[in-house]
């Protein structure tokens, strides 16, 4: 009896110790330290561990779509968006409508809801400054570092430009970049409450939502904060070094001007081989973005008719534009590095990436801009219109005098023109990119203007109405 008691717990704990050792081995990919195992145990174990290894090898890892369904374990939250959240909770829990330029992170808040904080702003604030963002990390980071580098150029700036930053959802990796910063700026949060409803089932739900954020922004500057004026940047921007002399000059002219309704610091024509001085401003009947100002005033004209999606587009009618306007430079004050997003791939790589970036630090308070009144700015332009001898496209891409003019008399056939010298087609409500009475003002090698005008009689705005100028070319409404 004594003998089978013995076997059966020797049995036992031989047992126990190969359930320790293939523990052991599955964790740490070998044995114990100090314990042998038998070679053909050993190897028995080895084969074990790599099958399941090659299991989970073939499975691979998530997709992209999948692993954002599923939130990370609170241990793992970075600690950057935890230290922002708590903020967030403070400012909740002393809820007293935090002051727009004194308070460092709000409470979050929606298109929908109430104010997450109240003004007015400081005495010498010129314009708000809200950079926006969803969830690119590594973008949020290079735009901050250009953003903060021109804003500190100047030391006036910290009070006429006071910053912001607007994030879309609650990204982590975002949040950590934004927690880096918060002693230069402040941090506002986007989160809807519901899901939005598309009109149809093939529309992107991604442009309900950036209009939804970007209503948000506007009735929180405006409306809640009390700013006069707001500067709009995304967060994959660089800023020319006198990005903000620029719309401190352009910004005073504009609340002059009831006939403008944003300043912009892009030409989306703006590649090298077509651009040249960098002073050269133009009017304009398209609204260009990427890196706008508008005032109250724009905001209140337009608030109520605001769009459930494509904002940028829903801005470029007619029927918003109501006849006003928007000022752009020939050399662009932003640069748009952003391939991954809504313009990426072909496009960015033939439009976007070889834009110009202003290099020069302008003194724009000291410009004389007295050229860009309405009046003035279309004596000027139809007397040099009239003046331009007509030539044909390839003729005055080579033209060493000018300014020349490049005649169409369809929208196919501008379409053609601007095909042939690798320019932006596109046309919204028949008013083609850049612009001014159905004219786009770009320069051939030599710097001379070359102006691609409508022929005499012809009006781009009736054709696009009547049908003619429906297709769009791909890229129409970026969420830009």
Known sequence: MRTKFVIVAGATIFLLCQGVLLYSVRLDGAPSKGVKVGAGTQGRLVQ??????????????????ARRQDPPPPAEVAAGARRLRQAQEAALRRWTRPDATSTTVFPPGHEDGACVGSGPPRIGAFAAVVMVTFDRAEYLARALESMLHVHALDPDNQLRFPLYISQDSDAPGVQEVIEQHLDKLRYLQHREVAPPIPSNKREILAYYRIANHYKFIFQTFFDCFGFARLIILEDDMLLAPDFFPYFLGLGRFMDADPSLYCVSSW?????????????TLHRTDFFPGLGWMTNA???TSIREAWPPAYWDDWMRLNSTRQGRQCIRPEVSRTYNFGEHGSSKGQYFR???????????????????????????????????LASAPTLAADAAWTSAAGPVRVEYASLQQYRLITGRYRMLREWKDGVPRAAYRGVVRVRNPNGVEVLIAPVPGFDPGA??????????????????
């Open 48 to 65: 074990l561990v790599t099958r399941e290894e090659g299991t989970a090898a073939r499975q691979g890892p998530k997709p992209r779509w």
């Open 267 to 279: 030409n989306d024509h703006g590649q090298s081989k077509f651009v040249r001085d960098q002073h």
């Open 297 to 299: 005033g724009v905001w």
């Open 350 to 384: 033939t439009f976007l990436k070889p834009v110009t970036l202003a290099s020069e630090a302008i003194d724009w308070a000291s410009e004389d801009l007295s050229h860009l009144l309405p009046d003035e700015y279309a004596t000027r332009f139809e007397a040099m």
């Open 463 to 480: 054709a696009a109405a009547s049908g003619e100028g429906r297709a769009q070319e791909p890229g129409g409404a970026m969420g830009r």
